[in-house]
Structure formats: C-alpha cells, structure tokens
C-alpha cells in the first residue's frame, strides 16, 4: 500500500504521523521551519504563502492551546482561518463525519486541521479525499486518541537539532505516561527516522507499552539509571485522570518516583535539556525548579512549534496529490 | 407599505425572504453568484470589494455549518467577520434585542447576518433601523423560526439553472416536512417568482402547511404520484424531534413512504436532479444509494452556496437606502 | 516604585488603570482617538498600524460586548485577533496562570486583552513580563474585578469631552452602584486627573464604598440634591445579583430613588448629558424616556470606544519598556 502521507513523487501532501516519513521529507520540514524561526522576529510577522487559502479547524476535542498555534501559523501565512465548534455543529445533529467533510470540501477548504478523540480519524479524512478525488485539500492531524501528534513531534525534533546540532551522538530519554501518549509515539518515530542511536523510555510497567523493544526503544523502570548519560530529556504530561485510576497509587507517590527533580537531572549529562509537550503539571511530573530553570527549553518548544507548523502547512500547500 | 427590502430606487437594501422579491433582483443576484463560482477556483480566492467592512454574524440560533457559510464569503470578500456568540451575551443578561442592535451600530457595524428562532425577527432588525436612519446598514436573514431562509433559498434557484439552463418548463417536487420549514418556503417563493410553472409539494397531511394552494402550489400525499414527471426533486431535512412526536409514527415509517429510494427516485424524469439543504438523515429521508449517487447534487448546492451569499453581500454593500 | 504602566521616559507601555496615570498621557490618548473617530466614517475602515501583530484577548470573565469592541478595534488597525476562550483551555486543565502567560508569549504574542474576575490579574501578568525581559508585550485591562477598567474610563472621558469642550468648570454625578463598580473607580480617576472640579457620587449607603471622600468625591444620598446643576450624568448599571441581595430591598425600590427619570434629570443642567456603560437594565436604573432621550449620549459612548480603544493599542505598539 501507498503511504497515504506522499504523492507518486514522495512528496508530503497530508500530516497524519510521523511514522513511515522518510529522513529527507523530515529534514525537509526541519530546514523549512528555520526559515520561519526569523520572521516571527520581524515588525511585520505575516509573509503571503497561503493568502486567500482556507484553512479549516476541525476540533472534535477541545484545545484551545492546540488550536491557537495552528491559528497563529495559518494567520501568519496569511490564510484565513475558519474554527469549527465540531461539538455543537451538524456532526452533533447525526451527520456522518465524512457528511460533513464533503460539506466542508464544497466549501473550497485548502486544508483541514484534524484534532479527534479517536485514533485514525485523519487518516479516515485523508483516504475520503482521495476517494472524492480532491487532490487539492491537505489534512494535518493536530492529535488522533493515543496515536500521533505529528507537529508537536516535528516541533521536538526541531528543539532537539537547535540545542544539538544533529541527531547522530544523542540519547534521549522520554520520561512518564508513554501507553497513553500520542506525543511520546510521534517522538520515538522521529528520532529513530533522524538517526538517534539511543532512545529511552522510563516509567511505571502500567504506563508503559508493550510494543517498545519492537520499536528500537530501550525500556527503564528506574529514573535514576534511565537518566545516566542522556543528552535531552523529555518529560510527558501526567493526565490528571490516570491519578484517580487503577495504573498509579497517587501523584505524590509519582513524583517521588518520575518527578523531575534538579537531584534527579544531576544523573543526565551536565549540558541536557528539559523538554515538555505542556501544559505542565507542576509538582507532578516536574518540579519548579527543573521547569524554571536553565537546562529546561520549554518555552523554546512552543516558540518552534509555530514555526513547524507554517513550514508544515507551506509545504503541504506546495504539493497536491 | 413600501417592501421594506428594497430602496426607493428598488434596489435590494436588505435580504429578508425571497417572497416579495421581483424576478429582475433575483435574477441580478444568480448573475452575480455565476460571476464569482470562478473566483473560488482561483489560486488567491479573494476579493477587494468588501475590504474594510465589518460583517457581524449575529446568530440567536446556534448554527455552525451556515455561520461558517457566511464567514468563509465575507472573507472571500476581504471583510472583516465579527462572530457573536449571542446566547453569551448582553441579550442575555437581559438587554433587549433592539439596545444590543444599537450598539453594535454604534461600533459601525455594515452588515448583520441574523439567525433567529423567531420568525421576524430580522425585519424587526431593519425595520428598527429604518427608524434610527441607519440606510448604510444591511440585514441578512440566516434563518428565521419557520419563515424564511432566502438564501437557501437563493442558491437552490442557482443549483436549478445551473443544471436545467432556466426554469420556464420546469415541475419541481418538495417532499418532506414543509410545514416546519423556511427552506421549503423560500423555495416556493423564489420558483414561482423565476416562472416554474409546476411547484409540487409531496408529504403527510401532518407536516403540509394549509396554504400551500394559495401559494399555487399543488399537493401530493402519495410520492409515487407527485415524484411522477418531475425535473428537480428537493427533500427536506426530517427534524429528530418531530419523529418523536405525534405527527409522525416512526422514522422507519416515515422513510418506507417519504424516503427517497432510487425505486422511487426512477419515477421521477430520467435526468431528474435530486437537492438536500444538508445536514441529511441518511436512512431517514433519503436513501444513502441517492445521496451518493449521479443525480444528487447537494453538494454542488454547497459550493454555490459559498457565490450566492458573496453576490447578495456585495449587492447589498453597494446600495443604500 | 516605578509606576508599572510607564517606562522610564514616562511612555505608556501597559494600560492597567487610570489612576497614577498623569494629564498629559491622559490627553495624548483622547487626541490619538480623534484622529481615529474620522476613520471609522470612511469607506474602507481600516489603517495598517497594527499589521502583523498578534493581539490576544484573554478573557478569563466572559464578556461578548467588551471582546467585541476590543476585536473591532485591532482588526481596524490591521492586526491579527487571536480569541482565547480561557475557560476552556489549558488553565482550566491546571496549569498556573503564569505558564499560560509564558506559553502565549513564546508564541510571539505583541498585546494581551485580559479580563478578569480577580482585581490585579492584568498587573501580576504585567510584572510577569518584566522579569522575563519581555518589553515588546503590552498589557490592556478589559476589566478586572472590583478594580478598574480603563478603556471605560478614557471613552467615557472622550464622551465628555466631546460635548462639554473641557473638564475645567465640569460638574459630573456617578449614580448607582459604586461599590462594585471598577468603571466608577476609573472615571473618578480620569476625572479628578483631567481637572473636574466637582466629582459627585450618588447611591444608598449600601452601595458606596467608604473611600470617596479621600479620592476627592462628594457624597450624596438623595438623587434630587446630588443632580442639582450636574453638567454630566454617569448612570451606573445594578447588577442583578445586588438585587436579590441583602444590599437592595427591591428593583422596583431601587428605580424609585435611584431610577433616573426625565423628572429627575430635570434638576441637572438643561444641557447635562446622560451616559451608562450598558447594559442597561431599563426601568431599573434607567426610564426609557432618558435611556433614548436628546440628553442621552450613550451610543456616542459606544462609537467613541472603538476609537479609543485604536488609540490605546497604537500608543502601546509604539513604546517599549
């Protein structure tokens, strides 16, 4: 089977996840964000690549910070953007989701952003259209259930090769809740695709899936070897509804095992950087002190992150099917 | 009494309902819809001719897939959109709807499209402005209670001479619930207007309206009867809550006499084209088979849709009264 | 202490209150908003002072109106209006309000609109950007609390102006609920700055804080004495909370002492204007014979608004810490 993400000439014509993208069309990304990275500096922060294209944010899950970054990357491509309340709209008077695709596409959209409880919900949309023969409309998935967040891996990725330089000497260790996480799958796509030798993943068995080895990750219950030697360290929000759950005693207890201490961080290489998709649990999964402090680059993922998504929503635009 | 929708001169100030309208101005707006379905293929699908204006989409009644059809021409247009979330509003903490109206006059607003649950309620709007001698502001009704929804209205007009050149031979069916609906009503106006000579009305005595042969229109119980010889057939979107109620047995009931089947659909004339207002109950009101196959053209009706509202704002922002 | 709202050549960089601001910033922002009350007559409404800056409008309070005015106002200075509905984002998720600050600025925000239920909000964000070093992120309150509600205050300085020339000779009343009112705290302010030599402050003991007199105000708790040859009435809107409350005995009681009504008004200057904040609760505060009487200014209130608020973000673009 074709991937759905590439046209016959290996060109990314939708987003869906990082899996099964080549190096190349990564690096792509990568070098294209950096070109964006500036103008976000400039007085006037707005360049014409996609004027007078429509953008359409398709959120069937609620959020706001998500939904913001896509908004500012389209507004600064100068698209116009058109936020849908999937919720309360026909979807929720009994119309099928693709109903309302079809809808949508009659619109002349240019682009959908996809975010949906259910894994696969973008590639659903992507197969549709091309059933309907729309070569001309891009889905870029904004987060499906526990499967990818292809941007916010993009975006880490981007941080990573800032501070680092390149991908070829690095371990890098993801660190707490990975068998729900989308974040943490579409990380460990990306860094194994762009060369990191060693990935880790450290967490309570219960938050841990089973599938790690197969993917070239190496599995740690105990931070304190886990983070021996790593050169960046991503930390994963915990989800307030796992604490209430069977899978953890309480988020004391979790802090004292997972909880990014700057103790804890000693144990990495003294250069490391902290990473978190946000919003951060403080006291949970991070302390102040690591959040707030010089090795974590935060700030800089959510900086980047919008120029990974104008690179993304560029390139997209460039290609049709 | 003058028709409060058009100027002196008889030019159209405000869009209220199709009934009232002259053929000349409904003819004018198809002429000018036809003008911009070209412009939404184009690389960059936007226009001046609305740049610098305010369009407040002022929805009583949440709606999201036709505010969205609203929004998407007037940034088509270049204007700025302005949407209100009224049911969060001042009219909420007990203004009334005239005091909210005059102040967002006072913020100079150019154009309010209105969607209400109230019958009237869009011509209480322009008649108030009327009163205040506000001739530079103009009123789009989006839907009101069961009265009108011209611009559904409208771009079933142009769906129709799109696919059957003009409407002097035509006999166009309605079928479903037109005693609830405003689409079946603009509709009707809007055929007779353009000189169909044969308006037919197809559904159960319970949910026909007593005055549908006033409006010349001719009625039909039995689909197998009325669908017979038709050019054009229009279902009706079947509101859940009507088949939980005492007009109607069941939706399996209602579908086995008034579903679209293409049993059914095969009595009608062999190049018959089948419209939905969207969102469709599929299985209620129409069978999937129909909806999917050669002769619907429901979301053609869509894409026009998009050209229809752009041709009435930008008609309406070059008149005054 | 440095007075947080100006740098150090006495610019404006954050609007959080008009108290401690001097006449002459006062002054500049009521003649910028001149020059912009002509725009909004023209026939393309729209300056490009703000093109490529990102304002976002935090309301953590649910106000349409106050939003409304504020997306008006940046649109028409051509920047890019990014809507938060904080209630449902990533603060609701627990996140501090701090890391939701952090984040919006990582991702190269330029202004910030906030509202806020707790007074002080826009000031702590204010002191927040200053120890990050971020001197290009301006502040704007919409509203906080009790506290203040600066844009309030300068329309409806500009209001005053407009009509009455100068402040100098200027008796102006504040009726109603003063206690709970943050736009009462900042008209009183602007007044007492731009020169009003008699500032009173009308209502049941009830609903006067304890402080007017050392701001320089009378007090007066019959409407008949404190109207007595009034220049300016400022009407102030009941809550309907108040009136269930202990505070009231009733709304009909309230209207009858407090009510201003063409009787009462009567006893202010012929000439005296009458403004209100909206929305007005008529018949409560307010008898619809004044409301939309020749005396009453406040849809001017509204327009003005528009113009002052471009003002106030045009200063702010121009000034950096």
Chains 1, 2, 3 share one sequence.
């Not at 998500?66 to 119309?95: H, M, P, Q």
């Amino acid at each position: 089977m074709l991937n759905p993400q590439l046209n016959e000439n290996g060109e990314l014509i939708h987003l869906l996840s990082t899996e099964g993208l080549p190096r190349s069309i990564l690096t792509h990304i990568l070098d294209t964000a950096a070109t964006f990275v500036g103008i976000t500096d400039r007085e006037v922060k707005k360049v014409p690549l996609l004027r007078g294209k429509s953008v359409f944010n398709l959120f069937f899950e609620n959020s706001t910070r998500t939904r913001t970054t896509f908004e500012i990357a389209a507004k600064r491509l100068s698209a116009d953007v058109l936020n849908l309340d999937i919720t309360r709209s026909s979807t929720a008077k009994g119309e099928t989701l693709l109903d309302t695709i079809d809808n949508l596409c009659a619109m002349h959209a240019d682009m959908f952003v996809v975010r949906h409880a259910s894994s696969g919900a973008p590639y659903l949309i992507a197969e549709h259209l091309k059933k309907r023969g729309r070569k001309d409309i891009h889905v870029v998935n904004a987060g499906d259930g526990r499967h990818a967040h292809p941007t916010q891996g993009l975006l880490d990725m981007y941080t990573i090769r800032h501070f680092k330089q390149n991908f070829e000497n690095l371990t890098v260790a993801i660190v707490g809740d990975i068998l729900h996480s989308r974040v943490a799958r579409s990380d460990i796509h990306a860094l194994t695709t762009l060369g990191v030798p060693e990935v880790r993943a450290i967490g309570p068995q219960t938050l841990l899936p089973a599938d790690l080895a197969r993917m070239g990750v190496q599995v740690y219950h105990d931070m304190n070897d886990g983070l021996k030697g790593c050169d960046v360290v991503i930390m994963l929000r915990l989800q307030n509804e796992r604490m209430n759950g069977a899978l953890l005693p309480s988020a004391g207890e979790y802090f004292k095992h997972y909880g990014l201490t700057p103790e804890k961080l000693a144990l990495a290489k003294p250069d490391a950087i902290v990473m978190h998709p946000g919003p951060m649990n403080r006291g949970v999964e991070i302390d102040s002190d690591v959040a707030d402090g010089p090795q974590a680059v935060i700030l800089n993922q959510v900086t980047f992150g919008i120029a990974v998504r104008m690179a993304v929503m560029s390139i997209l635009a460039g290609n049709s099917q």
